[in-house]
């Protein structure tokens, strides 16, 4: 334990002398400042980095993670980040960003007791109780899964368009838009999940 402890430092000195081979002026220019065009709201799961799945810098993408990616209207964190990204840093991009094989998503589906999380799980289980008809048609387990992730995503994006944040930003004509993806661990790639489509948009406000 103390070792691979050890070796996170270590690594950290290695990961500077290569940014620094790079480009001399690189940490010169992050600590100037930040204007990152996303904003990411991500799932807190070790598996999902957003720089690393999108290709991008240190600089680049403004980040919150919490479990399952939820866009909670009483987080006051979550609400804080969105605030500061859109009026403060004036990000054009807001990205909700889920993954299939999410485990607050699957234990959102039981009822097996966790802990304090639980609580937390409750918003996920709300989310179930709104496409509950959908989602009970399919049989099979796994395809039902990544059906919720889906739907959870597109939830929070619309529950996102929803806050003050976003809807006083877009009124007053700010450049802002926003997506909901769903990240595929098993093969890396991203799915857009197209808000915007018709077929969403009956889905959500029916």
Not at 39 to 65: K, M, Y
Request: charged share 25%; with cysteine.
């Amino acid at each position: 334990m103390e070792q691979y402890y050890r070796s996170l430092l270590e690594n950290n000195k290695k990961w500077v002398a290569s940014k620094l081979q790079e480009d001399a002026a690189f940490f010169d220019k992050l600590a100037k400042g930040q204007k990152p065009p996303v904003l990411w709201i991500g799932c807190a799961d070790s598996r999902v980095p957003a720089n690393e799945i999108t290709g991008t810098a240190p600089g680049e993408v403004f980040v919150h993670r919490n479990i399952a990616n939820m866009v909670v209207h009483t987080d006051m964190n979550m609400l804080s980040v969105l605030d500061y990204a859109v009026n403060v840093l004036e990000v054009k991009h807001v990205i909700v960003c889920g993954h299939y094989g999410c485990g607050g998503v699957m234990a959102a589906m039981g009822t097996e007791e966790y802990g304090i999380i639980d609580n937390w799980i409750r918003h996920i289980k709300d989310v179930y109780r709104l496409h509950k008809k959908e989602l009970d048609q399919i049989t099979d387990n796994k395809t039902r899964t990544n059906r919720f992730v889906e739907l959870n995503v597109l939830e929070q994006v619309k529950d996102l368009h929803e806050t003050s944040i976003v809807r006083n930003a877009i009124k007053s004509g700010k450049e802002l838009q926003v997506h909901g993806w769903v990240y595929d661990i098993a093969n890396g790639l991203v799915k857009d999940l197209d808000y915007d489509s018709a077929e969403n948009q009956a889905l959500l406000f029916q």
